[in-house]
């Protein structure tokens, strides 16, 4: 009797176990999932539902979006604010901006990460501490280095331009030159990522086996032919990411435009020269400008365009630098085969030349 009770005892313990076994990784995980349900999708398929209303913070939800005088429509549709935004001058302006601001920060990013990470993996002494040096600009508040760098780039009294006065040269109106506020503004997000990036490569080349660099080396290969011909292509998918990653910070870029101009309501300069696509969208939203009050449904408008904009960017990239990499592939599987097909034709033409020695000997 006893052992009939032990066996049903025994047997629930044996399913329990098995429900724990087979759901505890799941358990494990779910908290970021439900933190990122809560505090991640729930607003994102939000702003798809506000980009579609006329909302505000002042007057509330005022019903599906009109277009307007802008686009000569009176019609509410749940693209009335999509249509206004696309009619905006300040927009194209601010995607100029963003862009140009994204390829002259991203640009040499990415080229001075990669060599300072090529430097690092050397023989240095004190590796430890020039690692976390490039790393120290990374840790700095985006606040602190805006306010920094806008006395810095200041058009009288900063210090660049001190310099040159002192140097006989022409003081440079950084924050009322369309070129050279971009340049600025490129030059902290430089600052600030460079030893981000610059870790991460280093981390992929330190991963590359020894064996290969010292095969290399044996070979009689330089320190640039070993870069280039084995360092660079291992590194390849890692630079997809770096870009990737690059391309998607550098096009959401607020932080560093807003406090380079020290009044917060006037950021993005008195003629938009530095107005970035965050910036536009965060006056839109939650800043009285003209033309009427903010407008939180045409600022989700921006955030989705921006969003389709940075996919279609991060695609594209993906694509050519697979491509890239897909064709290295190709060609070294091309080299490889025409290398095959020599050595047969050769090994054929041994042979037939063995014969023809050993049938000209028999005639002898």
């Known amino acids: 009797m006893a052992a009939k009770n032990a066996q049903p005892n025994k047997s ?21 999932f439900i933190l990122f349900l809560i505090v991640g999708l729930f607003p994102l398929i939000y702003t798809v539902v506000i980009a579609t209303r006329s909302y505000n913070t002042l007057t509330g939800d005022a019903g599906l979006a009109v277009c307007g005088a802008t686009c000569n429509s009176t019609t509410p549709s749940w693209y009335g604010n999509f249509l206004w ?17 994204f390829l002259l920060s991203s640009v040499p ?31 700095v508040a985006p606040s602190a280095a805006g306010i920094i760098f806008s006395q810095i780039f200041s058009d009288k009294m900063g210090a660049i331009n001190v310099l040159l006065q002192q140097v006989g040269l022409q003081p440079i109106m950084w924050h009322g030159s369309t070129i050279w506020s971009h340049i600025a503004i490129a030059t902290i997000v430089n600052w600030r990522w460079i030893g981000y990036n610059t870790l991460i490569l280093l981390a992929a080349m330190q991963a590359i086996p020894r064996d290969v660099l010292e095969a290399a080396v044996v070979d009689g290969a330089g320190k640039w032919r070993t870069f280039r011909s084995i360092t660079l292509p291992m590194l390849k998918p890692t630079l997809i990411f770096v870009i990737i990653t690059s391309t998607i910070g550098g096009l959401q870029i607020f932080d560093e435009p807003q406090l380079f101009h020290n009044g917060a309501s006037s950021g993005g300069g008195p003629n938009n020269q530095y107005l970035t696509v965050s910036l536009y969208l965060y006056k839109l939203g939650f800043v009285n400008v003209t033309p009427g009050q903010p407008n939180l449904g045409r600022a989700a408008a921006v955030a989705w365009l921006l969003f389709l904009i940075i996919v279609a960017i991060a695609l594209l990239n993906f694509y050519l630098t697979q491509r890239m990499a897909t064709g290295g592939q ?20 041994a042979i037939r030349s063995g014969a023809n020695a050993r049938a000209a000997a028999g005639i002898e």
């Open 12 to 32: 629930w313990r044996s399913k329990l176990g098995n429900f724990e076994w087979k759901a505890s990784p799941y358990i494990y995980i779910a908290p970021f």
């Open 85 to 101: 935004v696309l009619h905006q001058p300040a927009f194209y302006v601010a995607l100029r901006n963003s862009f140009s601001i």
């Open 330 to 349: 190709k060609n070294d599987k091309k080299a490889q085969k025409l290398s095959a097909e020599r050595n047969e034709a050769e090994r054929q033409r």
């Open 109 to 139: 990013q990415i080229i001075i990460a990669l060599w300072l990470a090529w430097i690092l993996d050397g023989n240095l002494r004190a590796k430890t501490f020039w690692r976390m040096g490039v790393l120290l600009p990374y840790v």
